[in-house]
């Protein structure tokens, strides 16, 4: 069967504390969306795809996505994956670009946009005083910086920076510099042993 441009697809929520309260939503999403919420799942396994579209349910992240179920065409769907972006070790870091940071530690991560790491007062600004994610930068620019993959659900290349103790505590010092009190008193107490970078990249399908 020929691939649609969209599907009907019910939306409703997984997380156990809202599964009697969140309504179903009915929504006609376009295939393509559809799919890369399926690869962040099983990343560009053309045949489990398949499968997925002929079972017609997708579970991703805290949301339940269910469809009339089809058969589809493996080549159509090979088609249409080659469109999407493939992990590249080859491309470099590009700290402009970068707009996550997720810290990692013993404890749970920490997830740190780049909205409110940038924030400076007009103090700040007139001293030329660094930001949290300036140290951040400066940290995955001096430090050991990998490519780890890309990925779907963030459609971005990832990076993963090893941090040495006295850079971990460089960032520990410098969370006095975020933009929320609870995020300042994360970052500030965790003993933070590496760091996810996000870099987005977009698909070119469709």
């Known amino acids: 069967m020929p691939l649609p441009e969209t599907v009907r697809v019910k939306l409703s929520s997984e997380a156990a504390e809202y599964v009697s309260l969140t309504p179903v939503v009915v929504q006609e999403m376009p295939l393509l969306d559809l799919i890369e919420h399926m690869l962040g799942v099983t990343g560009k396994d053309e045949a489990r795809i398949c499968d997925l579209l002929l079972r017609g349910t997708l579970v991703s992240g805290a949301s339940r996505f269910r469809w009339t179920g089809w058969e589809a065409d493996a080549e159509s769907v090979r088609?249409?994956?080659?469109?999407?972006?493939?992990?590249?070790?080859?491309?470099?870091?590009?700290?402009?670009?970068?707009?996550?940071?997720?810290?990692?530690?013993?404890?749970?991560?920490?997830?740190?946009?780049?909205?409110?790491?940038?924030?400076?007062?007009?103090?700040?600004?007139?001293?030329?005083?660094?930001?949290?994610?300036?140290?951040?930068?400066?940290?995955?620019?001096?430090?050991?910086?990998?490519?780890?993959?890309?990925?779907?659900?963030?459609?971005?290349?990832?990076?993963?920076?090893?941090?040495?103790?006295?850079?971990?505590?460089?960032?520990?010092?410098?969370?006095?510099?975020?933009?929320?009190?609870?995020?300042?008193?994360?970052?500030?107490?965790?003993?933070?042993?590496?760091?996810?970078?996000?870099?987005?990249r977009k698909r070119s399908a469709g």
Not at 104 to 121: C, E, K, L, N, V
Not at 148 to 163: C, H, I
């Open 79 to 200: 088609a249409l994956l080659d469109g999407f972006p493939d992990p590249d070790p080859t491309r470099p870091f590009n700290a402009a670009q970068c707009v996550r940071a997720v810290l990692r530690g013993p404890r749970q991560p920490i997830t740190i946009p780049r909205d409110a790491a940038t924030r400076r007062s007009l103090v700040s600004v007139l001293l030329r005083r660094k930001t949290f994610w300036d140290h951040l930068m400066a940290a995955a620019e001096s430090g050991d910086l990998r490519y780890s993959g890309y990925s779907y659900r963030d459609r971005a290349d990832v990076y993963q920076l090893t941090l040495s103790a006295p850079a971990a505590q460089r960032l520990r010092d410098a969370a006095r510099l975020l933009r929320y009190t609870a995020l300042e008193a994360q970052a500030r107490n965790s003993l933070t042993e590496s760091a996810e970078l996000y870099v987005p």
